[in-house]
C-alpha cells in the first residue's frame, strides 16, 4: 500500500453519508492489479471446469461431490486467500478475498454456501481470535481443504436473537475441559466438516462464550438428517447435537462472555463476502438469459428485440453494476483501514477485525442490497426464459432457488436494514460520524427560502451529483427529526427504520456507481463508458422514485401539521431533477449492449 493511501484521510465508516467523495478515491473493479486478474481468471476457469459443467449433480443432492470439490479448491489454494502466510494462508488483501467470494459463487448456491461458510464464519473465528496455538494447530489445515470447518451458533429457539442460546458449556472439577450439551440448528457443512465453532453460554453468563470443537462422534456429537430445502441442495444443512462433549480449556476462543462480540464480528466479515458472492450469480444469469433472448424467436422476431424484454435486461445488468461498483468500493476501504490499524502498530488480527467492524453498516447495506438484487435478476431469468425458465432442466429455476437463502442467513434482511440505521445513530451518538451538524444544516435549509437559479448542469454527471448530495440530505432530514422526535425508543419504530435504511441504501448504492463512472469515464473516455453512465443514470434516477417513496412513508408517520408539510417540501426540493432523464432511451441503450455482447461484459 503506498505512503499516500496510509497519510491520506480515507473515509471511515458511515462517513460517505456527510461526506463528498472524489471519483479518484474510489477503488472498482477496473483497478485490479495483474496478480488480482490472474486469481479471477484462475477462478474462473475452476468455477467452469468443476462446478458449471456439474452443475447437475449439485441439484441432485449430491453433497459428496460438494466436499470433492471443496478438496480440489483447497489444493488450488481458493481456500487460503484470506489466511495470513504464518498460517499457511496466501495472506492476501480483502479486495483479492472479495474478488474469490465473488467468482467462484456464479455456478451454484450449494458451493458457494459450502465455500463462504468455511473460509468465513468455519475459519474467520479462529484467524481473528485465536491464540497463537490454536492459530498453528487450525488454521494451516482449514487453509489446505485438509479440514473444513462449520459454525454452531443458531439454535431451534435462538435464530435473529442469537446471544439467547441455550446451549451450556460446564468446566469440569478438575478445570482441564468443558462439557458442551445443546442442540444447533441449520448447520451448514456439518455432514463433512472437521471442526465447529460453538457458541455456548458458561453459568448464567449474559453472553455467550465461543469454542473450537473437533468433530468426534465419540465425543457426545451426533447429526441430524440432511434439511430438505428450497434451494442450495447439494449444501449440507444439519442439526448438531452435542451431548456432554468434552472441549479442553485450551480450546476456547478469546475470552469467556465473548462469544456473541465474536459471533457478531465474524457476521460483518460475512456479509459483505456474502454480498459478492451474489454477485457472479447475477452476471451468470444475465449471460444465460441475454443469449437465449438473442436466440428464441417469438412472432418472427428474437425476444429482445422486444422492449418489455430489454427492460428487464437492462435493470439486471444495471443491479449488478451498481452492486460491483458498491462491494469493492467498501471492500478498498475495509483493505486500506486495515493497512492504516497495521501502520498504526495493531497486529494483522487486530487491524482485520477494527477494519471491518469500521463499515459494519456498509457491510449491513451490501448484505441487503445485493442479495436482494441476485433474487430480482434471477426472477427475471426465468420470465426472459418463459415456461423453460420453469423448467428444471434450465438453470434459472435453480438459480431462483438458490438466491433465496442470501436474504436469510448471515442476519435476516430485516435485521440487517435495522442494523444499518442503528449503527449510524451509534457512531454519531459516540461521536465517530459527524450526523448532527449536517442534520442542523438541513433543518436550517428547510426553513430558507429556496434558490430559483438555473444550475449549469452541463458536465457529465453534475446534475446526478447534485442530486445524490440532496437524497442525503432526505435521510438527514428523516432520521435527524426521528432521532429528536423518539431518542432511545428508536429502535422500537421499525416501519420508520426500514425506511431509513432503504434511502440510506439507495445513496451508497447510487453514489458508488456514479463515482466509478465518473472515474473511468475521466480516464478511458466518456464514449467508451456510454452503457456505464446510461446505467449510473437509470440506477440514480430508481433510487430516487424509491426515496420519494420511502421518504413520504417515514415522514407521515411521525411528523403532523406545518412541520409534517415541510418536510414533505423539503422532500420534493431535494428529489427534484431539473432535466428527467429519459429511461426509456436509457433502458434501451443498456440492452442494446448487453445484446450486442451476448452477456453481460462490465466487469
Ligand atoms: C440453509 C441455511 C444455512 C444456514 N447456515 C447456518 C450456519 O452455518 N450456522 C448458523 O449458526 N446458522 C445458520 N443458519 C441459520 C440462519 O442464520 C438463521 O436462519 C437466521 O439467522 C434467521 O434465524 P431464524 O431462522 O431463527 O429466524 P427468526 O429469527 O425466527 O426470524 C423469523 C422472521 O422474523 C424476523 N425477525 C426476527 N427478529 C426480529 C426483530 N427483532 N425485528 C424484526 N424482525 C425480526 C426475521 O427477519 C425473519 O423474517 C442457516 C440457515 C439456513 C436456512
Redesign the pocket.
Known amino acids: 500500500m503506498s505512503t499516500d493511501t496510509l497519510t491520506k484521510d480515507i473515509l471511515r465508516g458511515g462517513q460517505f453519508l456527510v461526506k463528498e467523495t472524489d471519483c479518484e478515491d474510489v477503488f472498482t473493479l477496473e483497478d485490479l492489479n495483474e496478480e488480482q486478474k490472474m486469481m479471477r481468471e484462475s477462478t474462473k476457469e475452476f468455477v467452469d471446469r468443476e462446478l458449471w459443467a456439474h452443475w447437475e449433480r449439485f441439484e441432485h443432492k449430491d453433497y459428496a461431490y460438494t466436499e470433492e470439490t471443496m478438496r480440489k479448491a483447497g489444493e488450488l489454494g481458493l481456500l487460503s486467500v484470506a489466511v495470513p502466510e504464518a498460517y499457511g494462508g496466501m495472506g492476501m488483501g480483502f479486495v483479492s478475498t472479495m474478488l474469490v467470494c465473488d467468482y467462484i459463487s456464479g455456478a451454484t448456491g450449494s458451493f458457494s454456501?459450502a465455500f463462504g461458510?468455511h473460509t468465513g464464519?468455519g475459519t474467520m473465528p479462529i484467524t481473528l481470535y485465536g491464540t497463537e496455538e490454536q492459530k498453528q494447530k487450525y488454521v494451516p489445515k482449514l487453509a489446505s481443504g485438509e479440514w473444513f470447518g462449520?459454525?454452531?451458533?443458531?439454535e431451534p429457539g435462538a435464530?435473529?436473537?442469537a446471544n439467547s442460546g441455550k446451549t451450556k458449556a460446564v468446566l469440569s472439577e478438575d478445570g482441564k475441559y468443558y462439557s458442551i450439551t445443546g442442540q444447533?440448528m441449520?448447520?451448514?457443512?456439518a455432514g463433512f466438516c472437521n471442526l465447529f465453532i460453538v457458541f455456548a453460554r458458561i453459568e448464567d453468563d449474559k453472553n455467550i462464550t465461543g469454542f473450537i470443537v473437533e468433530n468426534d462422534p465419540s465425543n457426545g456429537i451426533t447429526l441430524g438428517d440432511e434439511?430438505k430445502?428450497l434451494g442450495?441442495h447439494s449444501?449440507s444443512?444439519r442439526q448438531v447435537f452435542f451431548n456432554e462433549t468434552k472441549v479442553p480449556v485450551e480450546n476456547m476462543l478469546s475470552e469467556r462472555g465473548n462469544g456473541f462480540k465474536i459471533a457478531m464480528n465474524a457476521l460483518n466479515v460475512g456479509r459483505i463476502k456474502l454480498a459478492a458472492a451474489c454477485l457472479e450469480a447475477q452476471r451468470r444469469v444475465i449471460n444465460e438469459a441475454a443469449k437465449y433472448a438473442n436466440e428464441r424467436i417469438q412472432f418472427k422476431t428474437p425476444i429482445i428485440n422486444f422492449g418489455a424484454i430489454k427492460a428487464k435486461i437492462a435493470d439486471m445488468a444495471t443491479n449488478a453494476y451498481a452492486d460491483e461498483s458498491a462491494c469493492y468500493r467498501a471492500a478498498k476501504n475495509i483493505e486500506d483501514r486495515i493497512a492504516i490499524r497495521e501502520a498504526e502498530g495493531n497486529t494483522h488480527q487486530e487491524a482485520e477485525l477494527k477494519g471491518v467492524e469500521e463499515y459494519a453498516i456498509e457491510c449491513s447495506i451490501l448484505k441487503v442490497a445485493v442479495s436482494e438484487h441476485v433474487q430480482h435478476t434471477s426472477d427475471e431469468g426465468i420470465q426472459i426464459f418463459g415456461g423453460m425458465g420453469f423448467s428444471a432442466d434450465t438453470p434459472m429455476e435453480s438459480a431462483w432457488r438458490d438466491a433465496r437463502?442470501s436474504r436469510?442467513?448471515?442476519?435476516?434482511n430485516?435485521?440487517n436494514r435495522?442494523l444499518a440505521v442503528g449503527m449510524l445513530v451509534k457512531k454519531a451518538m459516540k461521536g465517530h460520524v459527524d450526523l448532527l451538524g449536517p442534520a442542523t444544516a438541513v433543518g436550517e435549509e428547510l426553513m430558507g427560502i429556496p434558490s430559483f437559479d438555473t444550475p449549469d448542469f452541463t458536465e457529465l454527471f453534475s446534475e446526478e451529483k447534485d442530486l445524490i448530495a440532496r437524497l442525503k440530505k432526505v435521510f438527514l432530514m428523516v432520521a435527524g427529526s426521528a432521532v429528536q422526535k423518539f431518542g432511545p425508543d428508536l429502535e422500537k419504530h421499525?416501519m420508520l427504520l426500514t425506511a431509513a435504511s432503504d434511502i440510506l441504501i439507495q445513496v451508497y448504492l447510487a453514489e458508488s456507481t456514479l463515482l466509478r463512472t465518473e472515474k473511468n469515464a475521466k480516464r478511458f473516455g466518456e464514449d467508451s463508458q456510454a452503457a456505464q453512465i446510461a446505467m449510473s443514470k437509470l440506477y440514480l434516477y430508481r433510487a430516487v422514485d424509491i426515496v420519494i417513496q420511502k421518504g413520504k412513508e417515514a415522514i407521515v408517520s411521525f411528523a403532523e401539521g406545518d412541520e409534517q408539510r415541510m418536510m414533505l417540501m423539503g422532500l420534493k426540493r431535494f428529489t427534484k431533477y431539473t432535466n428527467q432523464p429519459n429511461v426509456v432511451a436509457l433502458r434501451t441503450q443498456i440492452a442494446d449492449k448487453v445484446a450486442a455482447d451476448n452477456g453481460y461484459t462490465f466487469d
Open positions: 454456501t461458510a464464519i462449520a459454525y454452531c451458533l443458531t435464530g435473529s436473537d444447533k441449520w448447520i451448514s457443512n434439511e430445502k442450495i449444501s444443512t437463502i436469510i442467513y448471515e442476519g435476516t430485516e435485521i435495522m421499525q
